[in-house]
């Protein structure tokens, strides 16, 4: 059976767990009170022992003492603390006599969520040891009533207010879908009731201006207090226009109300729009002035289909997260409660005295259990969602606000294991296999056995050719793909590890399931991708291997096509439009790119800028690949011109453009994100990548010349730009060398218990840091090709990335955990604006 415990730590919200009963430390205080009733009875029965030894006017003493000491623990206390703690014989034996909990109103607190609780021990004031420790136990209990009820108020009241806004939201989106479908229909609706609202469209950059003209202006909402515009909505609102929303000129005159509709500015297309709408406004306002009707109205316009249909879905996604968001309450409330009761039982039954139900009593007359406004609104959600949203199909809608969890499959591990099989053994042949050719050496390579030695001689060829053909041209295929995997591979065990940390990764990385079945991937499946895809490629290699050692490299232009074919099935893969082999997943992965590709054009989200972060450990993957696709693009395969990616200067001019790509990509993310947010540490974060390129820049340029003026140059920049990048990986994105910390030089939350680990893990990042001294040093392990030594130091910073990760979202997730930020804040579209 699971112990409550760590049921209570499986079950709470991650970001909220602060906000929960501390629940081990009252544990740890019924403990301390347990083990401090043990003392003096294990050193009272020694002393009873003693006395046996003819000390006969201590006889009846120690019998006593004996007779304790064969009592259970449970029991001794039971007939200990009536007289130590409830005044001896003559205290009530009832068990509203035991305790008693005052309950007062803190100031400027109308409801019962701004009570306090104090409880009071009915006993007359001793200074004993026991009463003082029942009398800690119940104040830190108190403590963690009142932390638990003024939490639950405090997001109570957001939420509320989200509801409020949102219903606002869903009666002008439903106006306007009224109004497009049936104008005349709507209009003659209005006019009837005389009270109507009439819709004009203008545009300023990514919003539209839909004028309202109002005879008597309606308030059919669903809100107590409706007219309300809530301080969250209005800094939202500044928030959009402070990140990419130009500001229109506004509509003149009539006394009228402008309704605003603010789309965010997250992909080129609207921003495009957005530029067209401005430029279409002005023109027509040029040519035409728009005037008050003498009835008060306005010249009608058509609504934009496509900013009503992205207000839409902002509003569908604002609903999501609310009912996400009160989920999470309802959870909290009912977790809190268990742990209120579970803690109430082991006072019981380590002191004897019957206290929880009249505890019980208050916690359930709290704020936090007896308020039912979230339970309403939550009911609530779901109609609407139900009835606007779904067609009135309560399944489809339950997809979307209870979206199933991916459960692990024992198929997905036992093909895992099948596969990690498969690829040991092939990997292991073909290292044999390539051992005993001596392909990975510098040393002229023994001759090949008598049955390959014949053919290759047939075929005209060396064989010794037919090893440097194999390490410009089929090695790249099998590096590149080793890094790839292993990044990933160590990606799923980051995976493994942030799920028994408690780490919301999905939550940082906004991937949640998805109602069509696809979501994000989980541990095991990115475990199968790694064995089954390596299985492949130790399968292909081999037999392309073992093809060249038997008809030679220059026999046949298809042995050469063979790696090749093998990449452009990965790709085909990849890019496959079909339902199979985790098709959400690959687009995702494909729209990260593209933002990361155009990234100044694209919103930066956390997820966009930390695959970017991969990129920039994958230098020589991404190398590897502009090599491979010059080679087979360029048909030097069938030409057998191998040295023409490689000497020619242009192409070699490109590959040494891909080496600054990521740094640039990543830059430019930098800038996009001061450019939304304001905040210069992006700008500060920039500079890091930029000392990176240079650093790059000055490595090709070392490689170019060799002389001292370089070497001195590339130790220069490559040091300083080694040194911005450690203080920003320790300082910004681990957040450790806090100096006044309670731990020492690291933070004062750590999720990880041992600390040694993260000054060892500080240590191993600042020596992979160190890695481009391989550039100066040119380390020489024996007669190991130079092609494998720069994978070996590839593979080290993949691993270093890896670690990297681990550490990036746990300071991520404390901060969310700080913030107690468990659901995400969606933009709402529809803003009210008074014209003059």
Known sequence: MVKFSKQFEGQLVPEWKHAFVDYCLLKKDLKRMQQQHARPLLGRHHAADRCEAGLTDTQETAGHHAERASLSLSQWLL??????????????????????????????????????????????????????????????????????????KGKEQEFLERGRSLRRQMDILADLRAAREDPSAASASASSEDEFTRYAMTSSSDTDQLQLTEQEETTATMSNDPGVVTAQEDQQQQDLEGSGTLVGRPLSGCGRKSLKITIPLTTPSRTISALTDILWDELASSQSSKKCDPDGGVGKQSINKTKLRHAEKMIKRAFVELYKGLGYLATYRNLNMMAFVKILKKFEKITGKQVLSIYLKVVESSYFNSSDQALKL???????????????????????????????????TFFTGLTAGCFAALFVGYCVMAHMAGMYYYSTPAPPPPRARGVVAGGGTGFGDSVSVYMETAYPVLSMFALLFLHLLLYGCNMVAWRRCRVNYGFIFESSPRPAGGGELGPRDVFLVCAASMAAVAGVMFAHLALV????????????????????????????????????????????????????LYKVVMVDFFMADQLCSQVPMLRSLEYLACYYISGSYWTQEYGYCTNTKHIRDLAYAVSFLPYYWRAMQCARRWFDEGDTSHLVNLGKYVSAMLAAGAKVAYEKDKSLASLSLLVAVSSGATLYQLYWDFVKDWGLLQPNSKNPWLRNDLILKRKSIYYLSMGLNLVLRLAWLQTVIHPNFGSLDSRVTSFFLAALEVIRRGHWNFYRLENEHLNNAGKFRAVKTVPLPFHEVDED
């Open 79 to 152: 007939d200990r603390l009536p007289a130590a703690l409830f005044g001896g014989s003559n205290a009530p034996n009832k068990d509203h006599g035991v305790i008693h909990v005052h309950r007062r109103k803190l100031a400027g607190s109308a409801s019962s969520g701004g009570d306090e609780y104090q409880t009071e021990l009915l006993e007359p004031p001793l200074a004993d040891a026991d009463a003082a420790a029942a009398r800690e136990f119940f104040a830190r209990l108190d403590a963690q009533l009142n932390k638990v009820n003024q939490f639950y």
């Open 378 to 412: 939550m009911d609530e959600v779901e109609d609407i969602f139900v009835r606007h949203f779904a067609g009135d199909n309560r399944r489809k809608a339950m997809k979307y606000l209870r979206p199933a969890q991916r459960r692990d499959s024992h198929a997905a």
């Open 549 to 600: 050692l038997r008809w030679g490299y220059h026999a046949s232009p298809h042995v050469q096509a063979i790696p090749g074919f093998l990449l452009l099935v990965f790709l085909l893969l990849l890019l496959c439009p079909i339902n199979v082999v985790y098709r959400s997943s690959r687009f995702q992965f494909l729209s990260i790119l593209r933002n990361i590709v155009l990234s100044p």
